[in-house]
């Protein structure tokens, strides 16, 4: 039948900037939007994981491109997000997935250097991927910024000080910058997930896993990046013309439990 609605649930033809799209999150996200027709930029620090994602989208029939890059590099930055508007015509999507995390005590020697790559890499990168894709996406009939932030941004957990600092700030960054935008249409938002199946939590015991889903989610299970991933999605569709400067908790419930 025709379609009565109007406004566009599909992204084929964007194009799309990923970074930390080497593993995780990242990796999923790059997959789930080449799937879903969009040219897709793949970023990570790491060149071979990345470049394996680029060549596993494009062996499928997808579009995408691997680019090495510390994202918490201000020039390198400049010059990857410019390379990739000159590749692709263009910039529509920016995910900023790029993400390290790092249990240290407050009083720990070299907790200063733990707190200067977190902040650098989890928060102050997001500001140079943004300010480099600004001029592109405002170019953009439907531009989106999604910047992945954390559970840890909306709540708190011992010996984690460097990294919930640094996630509340990206959820302060989204909101502000929402507002700062929103005249020019540009959408801002974040996802926050929670315990999910990545690199980052890879090296804690199965068992240890298992004991804290049943305790700390409603659906008593840690998650997987391609669930977090079509969260991403949707807020990076057209549709989602009227989302703006949202914090989404993609956690199996884990944020609104009390006991």
């Not at 902040?119 to 009939?141: E, N, Q, W």
Request: glycine share 10%; aromatic share 4%; net charge negative.
């Amino acid at each position: 039948m025709p379609r009565l609605s109007q406004l566009s649930r599909s992204i084929e033809g964007k194009v799309a900037l990923v970074t930390g799209a080497g593993s995780g999150m990242g990796r999923a996200t790059a997959i789930l939007f080449a799937d879903e027709g969009a040219r897709v930029a793949a970023v990570d620090i790491n060149e071979a994981p990345v470049e394996a994602v680029a060549a596993e989208i494009c062996a499928a029939g997808g579009t995408a491109r691997a680019w090495a890059c510390d994202v918490a590099d201000r020039t390198a930055v400049q010059r990857l997000v410019d390379d990739v508007a000159a590749e692709f015509g263009g910039l529509d999507i920016l995910v900023n997935n790029a993400g390290i995390s790092a249990a240290v005590p407050f009083e720990a020697e070299n907790y200063d250097e733990v707190w200067a790559r977190t902040l650098a890499v989890d928060l102050t990168a997001m500001t140079y991927t943004i300010r480099a894709a600004l001029p592109h996406l405002r170019r953009s009939s439907s531009p989106r910024i999604i910047n992945i932030a954390s559970t840890e941004g909306l709540g708190a957990t011992p010996g984690h000080s460097a990294y919930t600092a640094a996630k509340h700030g990206v959820v302060g960054l989204t909101r502000s910058l929402a507002l700062e935008f929103g005249k020019e249409g540009i959408t801002v938002n974040c996802i926050c997930p929670g315990p999910i199946r990545t690199g980052m939590t890879e090296a804690i015991p199965e068992e240890d896993k298992q004991k804290y889903a049943r305790q700390r989610t409603a659906l008593r299970r840690y998650g997987l990046p391609e669930e977090v991933a079509h969260m991403t999605l949707s807020l990076a569709l057209p549709a989602a013309s009227f989302v703006t400067g949202v914090a989404l908790p993609v956690d199996g419930g884990l944020s609104i439990r009390r006991a």
